[in-house]
């Protein structure tokens, strides 16, 4: 007769029970701060991403706006004023043919949009923005780097070097850049966007 012997399982020990633990443990530690850089990578790219696009809109809008920049209603340059960080211009951005002042500035990491209509004759225009609205957030450029460079008719092959001093002299521009410096959060993407455009106004004497 065969005689078989059957060999009771061991359990585990507290030892390999306590090591077992702490792998799984660390495992699905490593696992989720896989899956929370994941998202955090994820968000910030959407960030971005919805940032830059709202941003590309306004300067495509902007583009337009000053391209077809023309004398107010009450007559004089088509451009009102223009600084570093502000500019001031007409044009009929609704196409109502009336001709709005439009104000393009930076104000604390914003880029904005203020609209003024004229009054009834005489045609005068407020001297504040009557309707003000956020077009773009997120903007980094620093005090010694402006969003808006002027340039006149000369020297058009070397704007770097060129751009006109500010405040400006409205009938002596020919040529304006907005250049936008971005970034949704500095602290964790250091590194910034830039977008720019170069725009002529139609109605310039130049």
């Not at 000369?154 to 770097?160: P, Q, R, Y």
């Not at 400006?168 to 850049?177: A, G, Y």
Request: aromatic share 10%; proline share 5%; charged share 20%.
């Amino acid at each position: 007769m065969n005689l078989f012997f059957l060999k009771k399982s061991r359990g585990m020990t507290l030892i390999e029970v306590t090591t077992a633990s702490t792998i799984l443990i660390f495992i699905s530690g490593v696992a989720v701060i896989a899956l929370l850089r994941t998202f955090s990578i994820n968000k910030s790219t959407v960030e971005r991403g919805l940032n830059n696009s709202t941003l590309q809109i306004s300067i495509s809008n902007f583009t337009k706006n000053i391209r077809e920049a023309r004398q107010s209603d009450a007559g004089g340059y088509l451009i009102f004023s223009g600084n570093d960080f502000d500019l001031r211009f007409f044009s009929d951005i609704d196409n109502d043919l009336v001709t709005e002042k439009i104000h393009y500035f930076l104000e604390d990491g914003y880029f904005k949009l203020g609209v003024s209509n004229p009054t009834s004759f005489p045609v005068q225009y407020p001297t504040e923005d009557e309707i003000v609205r956020i077009i773009g957030g997120n903007i980094v450029n620093e005090n010694d780097q402006p969003i808006f460079y002027y340039y006149d008719g000369e020297n058009l092959s070397d704007l770097v070097n060129n751009p006109l001093s500010t405040p400006i002299i409205p009938d002596e521009v020919s040529l304006i850049k907005l250049h936008l410096i971005t970034n949704v959060n500095p602290d964790q993407n250091p590194t910034n966007m830039e977008l720019e455009t170069l725009v002529r106004p139609r109605n310039v004497e130049y």
